[in-house]
Each structure stands twice: as C-alpha cells, then as structure tokens.
C-alpha cells in the first residue's frame, strides 16, 4: 500500500533563513511525488511535482524537491524563508495504481516569524 | 484558462437533510476527484469520475455520492447529514488525456460545509 509521512507537524523559521520540510513516502510502484501548499481559507495549490525526469525539482516561488530513492524521501526546501510562506504544506504520493486517487501525508504547519 | 470552480462556497445544514455540491473543472480537463478536509482525518479520498465513469472509490458510507455530466462537470450528493460531515470538500480536477490516466491535480477553492 501506498503511504506518505511528513515527518514534522510544525516548523518555524525565521524570515530569511532557509526552509526544509520533511517527506518520507512508501510505493510499491515507481511513484509520482506532489508538494502542495494550502494557505489558510483556501484551496490546494500546486508547488512542484516529481514524476522521474529528474531527481531534483524545481517549483514556484523558490521552492525546489530532491527525490532519494534510496532514502525513499521528497524533502521540501527553500532557502530564503519569506513571511507570505506561512502555510500548511502537503507531501501527496499517487501510483500508477490508482489513478485519480492522491495520498495525502498529515501535513506541516510552516510557520514564518519576523 | 479559468480555475477549478466549486459552488456553493459556504453551506449550513442540519442533521439528517443532504447537501448537493458542484464542481466545474478546468476547460479540457476529464477526470474530476472529490476529497474531504477535517481538522482530524486531514485530506481523505472521496471519489473519483472519469468520462462520467466512477472509476475510484474511497471509504466513506453510501451516504456519499456523486456523478459527473457529459460537460465534465460534477456533483457530489451526501443524504441523511451527521455532524461528523462537517468538512471542507475539494474538488480536483486532471487532464488525463485519452487513456485515462490522471496527472497532476488542480484544486479548487472548496465548500465549507457546516452541520448543525
């Protein structure tokens, strides 16, 4: 079965120090990877996506994903923490298995302090 | 190209009635996907409709239910409200060209339903 785990439920950073959100997911297929970010009242939106062309992913707003393999990890990170950051961030797996059908992990609380 | 659109955005309902939500997916898009935000179970699977096809199911009662028209958009029903329905529901929708399969997911801005 497929699963994602956000290591963290909370993090804080400073403005402008970097940000790193943990992601470890379990596949028995070759999975297709998602960060999403939900700012408060709002709907899913779309950070980046991994789906095996290149380990490394680059997003919106900064943001950029490693896939490990052999971690079997898609940490999240930024390097320059900005106060309009501040949001609930979702590692989300889906598998050629079950096409249509997102795992969500938990999520984590990015918080952004002055 | 216009969002994903969900109406209505706010709904207030009491036990026992059912509630009719609607989702208008991105021009071109096929596959829509319903799921069901809680404080609690965070981000759950409802279902999914391809091709106004149930093709994935989550799981939640009978009491949940949808459909989707030949215009791609879609509708999900839940009868007989429990308090524990109160929830923010998301629609997503996805290109999935002709063979079906789902890519990337764009959310729409979601209905808070409130059960009292």
């Known amino acids: 079965a497929q699963s994602v785990t956000q290591l963290d439920s909370h993090v804080s950073v400073s403005e402008g120090t970097p940000v790193l959100l943990r992601c470890n997911y379990s596949?028995?297929?070759?999975?297709?990877l998602f960060w999403y970010v939900q700012h408060p009242n709002k709907g899913l939106q779309l950070l980046l996506k991994?789906?095996?062309?290149?380990?490394l992913v680059k997003g919106i707003n900064g943001f950029e994903a490693e896939f490990k393999k052999s971690e079997t990890s898609f940490h999240l990170t930024k390097p320059s923490a900005h106060m309009s950051d501040a949001a609930e961030y979702f590692c989300?797996?889906?598998?050629?298995?079950?096409?249509?059908?997102?795992?969500f992990g938990q999520g984590t609380t990015l918080q952004v302090k002055p | 190209k216009a969002g994903v659109t969900q109406t209505p955005r706010y709904l207030i309902k009491t036990r026992g009635q059912q509630v009719t939500l609607s989702c208008s997916p991105i021009s071109g898009h096929r596959s829509v996907s319903w799921y069901q935000q809680t404080p609690g179970q965070g981000l759950q699977f409802l279902f999914e409709?391809?091709?106004?096809?149930?093709?994935n199911k989550g799981n939640f009662p009978g009491r949940f239910s949808g459909r989707q028209f030949s215009n791609s958009r879609s509708e999900m029903n839940v009868s007989t409200l429990e308090l524990g329905d109160s929830a923010l529901y998301l629609c997503?929708?996805?290109?999935?060209?002709?063979?079906?399969?789902?890519?990337?997911?764009?959310f729409g801005p979601g209905t808070r339903l409130t059960v009292l």
């Open positions: 409709y391809f091709s106004e096809t149930q093709r």
């Open positions: 989300v797996v889906i598998t050629s298995s079950n096409t249509g059908k997102l795992i």
């Open positions: 991994y789906t095996s062309a290149a380990t």
């Open positions: 997503a929708s996805s290109y999935s060209g002709t063979s079906g399969v789902t890519d990337t997911q764009y």
């Open positions: 596949s028995s297929y070759s999975p297709s």
